[in-house]
């Protein structure tokens, strides 16, 4: 549970390391996520469903999953998007938080 007083912007994140990506000659980032458990079993056999999934990300998100490396804080990867995209990231840091939280609730980062 966080405690009152922290700051999700100083927050650290490491990419999960048994996820697989790769990024493209673009320099876009596509994860591979592997669908485990007995309802996904169920839903590939029946219904032809991936056993891995392809998660591609936009510009941003890419840009972003570049400076997720364990040293960086939420607000340094931030500046570093802002210099980048200027205008056109704003709402900066509720858009960023919203972003690695998903990443973080998916298992895709983790916290250091």
């Known amino acids: ?44 056999k029946l219904f032809k469903k991936p056993r891995i999934s392809n998660i591609h990300m936009e510009d941003m998100g890419s840009f972003i999953w570049s400076f997720i490396d364990g040293k960086m804080s939420v607000y340094e990867i931030g500046q570093q998007v802002s210099r980048h995209f200027g205008d056109s990231a704003e709402p900066l840091y509720e858009r960023l938080s919203v ?12 916290k250091i």
């Open 99 to 110: 972003f690695m939280k998903q990443l973080e609730s998916y298992g895709f980062i983790e």
């Open 1 to 44: 549970m966080a405690k009152k007083n922290d700051n999700f912007l100083e927050y650290i994140f490491q990419k999960n390391p048994s996820l697989k990506w790769e990024i493209d000659e673009n320099g876009a980032v596509t994860l591979f996520q592997e669908n485990k458990g007995l309802f996904n079993f169920i839903a590939q």
